[in-house]
């Protein structure tokens, strides 16, 4: 297990965030395999999915290290408390993160998400616990506000959960009325770290190389968390040019780990993976097709060879 220091030593510059669907293990070993190092984060995970005994999701592989979970949900007294102690029965991952971020209906309404960021008692109520059970690394995920009106409201509130000692913020800088399409308002990051003075982790609209070192040289935040660019992109990170051959080896070896992982039943969540990562690729519409036709794990593969033909 890594210590705080460590988390944050070594992996400051960039980190990818839990993608609820997408940050599953087959994809989080390709991941690996191709030379991420940094700190990622399994899929969300509600605390009465562990209560149920329903642990998939943070099936992790010693090896995966770093890697972080991260909890959605309401504040009921006690659960948090229970909740921290089951998972450290499974004693693999390296830090928890709390989910303030999510504007989704059914988070919302379950208490987490951005209810916490609303109802920033209950989001303490919650931190309290997990820290009375866990001294190790914590981060928390958030956005800048509900709307441009809310933002300095937002940075009192996020204030107060300083006492918890977070190890960073990850803020994703779009309001919770803008959702997830807009130009976040990077413009912002300064003015979060003037006033938390923490360490903060930049996430929202970063898709591409170009953007990254676009960030670097004019904003320079602490680290930058990647969410949809490492779906269109799985090699953002690295040096590697990456490419369409490269996507397809990518996504061959994914289908492999995948039915190793799921089955070959399952094999239907693998096509959201794909409308990510070949979006805007030539032949896309054609290859689509294919793969929402394809029913077993040799066709999935045979949807690739419209590329064979044509390159
Ligand atoms: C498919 C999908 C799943 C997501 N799942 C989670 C999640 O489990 N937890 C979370 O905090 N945010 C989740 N998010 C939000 C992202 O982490 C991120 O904050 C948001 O997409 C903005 O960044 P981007 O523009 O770089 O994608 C999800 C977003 C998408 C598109």
């Known amino acids: 297990m890594f210590s705080r220091d460590q988390i944050l030593e070594n992996y400051t510059d960039l980190i990818i965030a839990p993608l609820s669907g997408f940050t599953i293990k087959p994809f989080r070993q390709l991941l690996r395999e191709y030379g991420f190092k940094g700190l990622y984060y399994t899929e969300m995970l509600n605390p009465y999915e562990i209560k149920k005994g329903k642990v998939e999701k943070i099936d992790i592989l010693d090896k995966e290290s770093p890697v972080g979970v991260q909890l959605f949900g309401g504040y009921k007294k006690g659960l948090y408390k229970e909740t921290m102690n089951r998972l450290k029965e499974y004693g693999r991952f390296d830090i928890i ?66 006492v918890f000692e977070p190890d960073f913020f990850s803020i994703h800088f779009r309001t919770v009325e803008e959702k997830f399409t807009p130009p976040p308002h990077w413009d912002l990051y300064k003015k979060f770290k003037e006033e938390l003075k923490i360490f903060i982790y930049l996430n929202g609209g970063v898709y591409d190389k170009n953007t990254i070192k676009y960030i670097k040289r004019t904003i320079s935040p602490d680290g930058i968390m990647l969410s949809r660019g490492i779906l269109y992109d799985p090699f953002i990170f690295s040096e590697d ?15 492999r780990y995948f039915v190793n992982s799921y089955g070959e039943k399952r094999l239907k969540e693998t096509r959201k993976f794909f409308a990510y990562l070949f979006k805007g690729e030539i032949y896309s519409r054609e290859f689509k097709k294919k793969v929402y036709s394809a029913q077993n794990y040799d066709e999935y593969i045979a949807a690739f060879e419209i590329y064979d033909y044509e390159l």
């Open 241 to 255: 040019k990456g490419g369409l051959m490269k996507k397809i080896s990518f996504s061959k070896k994914f289908l």
């Open 97 to 162: 993160d709390l989910n303030m971020g999510c504007p989704i209906r059914k988070v919302v309404h379950s208490g987490g998400g951005v209810h916490l960021l609303k109802n920033i008692d209950e989001a303490k109520y919650i931190l309290k616990e997990i820290r009375s059970e866990w001294d190790g690394p914590l981060s928390i995920k958030t956005r800048i506000g509900f709307t441009m009106d809310d933002i300095d409201n937002t940075i009192v509130k996020l204030k107060e959960l300083l």
